[in-house]
């Protein structure tokens, strides 16, 4: 596609239910990301895919959270039984390579922001 | 572990005059890339700027310019001659260079342009 694409573009749910993001790359793209932006605050990455495998997990808070990609395309953030300190913005970004360098930029989506009731 | 700082929360500048932003980080490293992104209301970051830390010479990118200061640890952009469609938040951010896939990002600052 044109661009990263995320939906649902908002989304509000109850305490204790289960969501899912999603995110569609830019077409071509191996790796993606997950970034979350609370209130005010700058992005804190969660999770990177190379491809179909996720290197590195190190900044998913919590078991209640999960993602997969398959295909080497479409990505879903999952989190369970949700809690109100998950309510931000996740937003995805996609790139040509692994590294986010001078030749491969990241490109980001317009997020989708979570707010928990 | 790599840290980001923004310090101003907020900042203004009349439309056509010259605004800085600061930014300040803290790594062990000595090859690493530093970016500036924009965030307008639509929530999509925007790459803005970006600089290798082994390059010497100050990125430019039209009305925007960074002052990187390596050995201080800084590295701020300058907008000049500001429109009123630069108002947006503003995001520093730092990546090492080896295998580093994620960024660390600051906390922002939100800018606002007066007409």
């Known amino acids: 596609g044109a661009g990263v694409s995320q939906s649902p573009s908002n989304k509000v749910t109850e305490k204790g239910k289960d969501v899912e993001l999603r995110c569609d790359p830019i077409s071509g793209h191996t790796a993606l990301y997950w970034y979350r932006q609370s209130l005010g605050q700058g992005l804190e990455f969660l999770i990177y895919f190379q491809g179909n495998s996720a290197p590195d997990k190190s900044g998913l808070p919590s078991d209640r959270f999960s993602a997969e990609r398959t295909g080497g395309s479409v990505s879903t953030l999952t989190i369970q039984r949700t809690q109100q300190e998950d309510s931000a913005v996740y937003l995805c970004?996609?790139?040509?390579?692994?590294?986010?360098?001078?030749?491969?930029?990241?490109?980001f989506g317009n997020g989708t922001r979570l707010t928990v009731t | 572990a790599q840290t980001v700082t923004q310090s101003q929360p907020e900042m203004s500048v009349q439309e056509a005059e010259t605004v800085t932003l600061s930014c300040t980080y803290d790594?062990?490293?000595?090859?690493?890339?530093l970016f500036w992104y924009k965030q307008p209301p639509s929530r999509q970051m925007i790459l803005v700027i970006r600089?290798?830390?082994?390059?010497?010479q100050n990125a430019t990118e039209n009305r925007f310019s960074v002052n990187f200061q390596k050995a201080a640890k800084s590295f701020s952009l300058k907008i000049s001659d500001s429109q009123l469609g630069d108002a947006a938040m503003y995001f520093c951010a730092y990546r090492p260079n080896n295998a580093g896939n994620m960024l660390t990002f600051g906390g922002g600052t939100r800018l606002m342009v007066k007409p």
């Open positions: 970004a996609s790139s040509l390579v692994g590294t986010a360098g001078y030749n491969s930029p990241l490109h």
């Open positions: 790594t062990s490293e000595s090859d690493y890339y």
């Open positions: 600089q290798e830390a082994y390059k010497q």
